[in-house]
T-cell receptor
C-alpha cells in the first residue's frame, strides 16, 4: 500500500459526459501528479500540482482540468468524454517537487466510456 | 522533448535465468532515472533509481547503472523468480515530468 488513495476504482459513463476523479496523496506529500495509461498511448504524464499550484503540464487535453485543494487532495475533471478517453488514470504523490524523489502511485481509476 | 526506448517485450524466462531489459533515453541535461514496476492489477511502484552519472541503483536483486555516455539505464537481475513477473517501465524525469517507456512485460515460468 503506497498510501495514495484514489476514488472511484471503476467508472463507467457515456460519451459526452463529465466525470471527476479524486486523489488523496500520502500524508505530508505536497506534490500530486496525474497520469493516463492506455493501450495505444502507454503511460503519459498529464499534470502536476505542488502545494496547490500547477507546476508542470504534459499531454493534457483542453477538455481535462485538475486542481489541488488546501487539504492537498486533488481532482481530475474530464469533460465531453470520448471513447478514446477510456483508460486507467493514476495519481501519484511525492514529498516535494524535487525531481530526485520517487513518486508514490495510487491504485488507479479505470474509466470506461461507452 | 524527452523520449525513452525500451526493449520490446514480452519477455519469457525460466526461474533463475538472467534478465536484462535495455533502456535508452534522450533528454536535455542530466535527468534522474527510475525503473518502476507494475505487478498485475496494481499501480506502479518504484524499483530503483539513480540521480547522477555512474550511480548504480539496486533493489530486490535488480540493478541499473546510469551511463551518461551512452544515455542508457539497463535493468538487470541475475536470477529471476516467478514473483518478478510484471511490467517494467524505464522513466527519466526532467522538468518534473516522468517520461515512461512503453513498458516491458516479463513472465517468469517455474
Amino acid at each position: 500500500d503506497s498510501g495514495v488513495t484514489q476514488t472511484p476504482k471503476h467508472l463507467i459513463t457515456a460519451t459526452g459526459q463529465r466525470v471527476t476523479l479524486r486523489c488523496s496523496p500520502r500524508s505530508g506529500d505536497l506534490s500530486v501528479y496525474w497520469y493516463q495509461q492506455s493501450l495505444d498511448q502507454g503511460l503519459q504524464f498529464l499534470i502536476q500540482y505542488y502545494n496547490g499550484e500547477e507546476r508542470a503540464k504534459g499531454n493534457i487535453l483542453e477538455r481535462f482540468s485538475a486542481q489541488q485543494f488546501p487539504d492537498l487532495h486533488s481532482e481530475l475533471n474530464l469533460s465531453s468524454l470520448e471513447l478514446g478517453d477510456s483508460a486507467l488514470y493514476f495519481c501519484a504523490s511525492s514529498p516535494t517537487g524535487s525531481e530526485t524523489y520517487e513518486q508514490y502511485f495510487g491504485p488507479g481509476t479505470r474509466l470506461t466510456v461507452t | 522533448g524527452d523520449s525513452v526506448t525500451q526493449m520490446e517485450g514480452p519477455v519469457t524466462l525460466s526461474e533463475e535465468a538472467f534478465l536484462t531489459i535495455n533502456c535508452t533515453y534522450t533528454a536535455t541535461g542530466y535527468p534522474s532515472l527510475f525503473w518502476y514496476v507494475q505487478y498485475p492489477g496494481e499501480g506502479l511502484q518504484l524499483l530503483l533509481k539513480a540521480t547522477k552519472a555512474d550511480d548504480k541503483g539496486s533493489n530486490k536483486g535488480f540493478e541499473a547503472t546510469y551511463r551518461k555516455e551512452t544515455t542508457s539505464f539497463h535493468l538487470e537481475k541475475g536470477s529471476v523468480q516467478v514473483s518478478d513477473s510484471a511490467v517494467y517501465f524505464c522513466a527519466p524525469v526532467n522538468d518534473y515530468k516522468l517520461s515512461f517507456g512503453a513498458g516491458t512485460t516479463v513472465t517468469v515460468r517455474a
